[in-house]
């Protein structure tokens, strides 16, 4: 069974950083297409940054030169460094696998830019 544990949310000021983590057990991982959504109150789940198994990145438009997401095979464990942080990036951060076409998801993280 795939498990996936989130850590490194909290809160900062706008203009710092943090960098999330995403633990996976259960799956091969190295095969896995993973990433980061990300849901604000009141608004819909959005697609924060995704990686394939081969190490291809995509961003949002709203999150690219300001965070990175990346990879260790393993550690078996999801990255997400995110700086320059804006009130805007206020969310809970949800990581997500891809596993022969089933979608897993973490348990979210509460992530909170504010002054």
């Known amino acids: 069974q795939v498990q996936l544990v989130e850590s490194g949310g909290g809160l900062v000021q706008p203009g710092g950083s943090l960098r999330l983590s995403c633990a996976a057990s259960?799956?091969?991982?190295?095969?896995?297409?993973m990433g980061w959504y990300r849901q604000a109150p009141g608004k819909e789940r959005e697609l924060v940054a995704g990686?394939?198994?081969?190490?291809?990145?995509n961003y949002a438009d709203s999150v690219k030169g300001r965070f990175t997401i990346s990879r260790d095979n393993v550690k078996k464990t999801l990255y997400l460094q995110m700086n320059n942080l804006k009130p805007e990036d206020t969310a809970v951060y949800y990581c997500?696998?891809?596993?022969?076409?089933?979608?897993?998801w973490g348990q979210g993280t509460q992530v909170t830019v504010s002054s």
């Open positions: 997500y696998l891809i596993d022969y076409g089933t979608v897993y």
């Open positions: 990686i394939t198994s081969g190490g291809i990145t």
């Open positions: 259960g799956s091969i991982f190295s095969r896995n297409a």
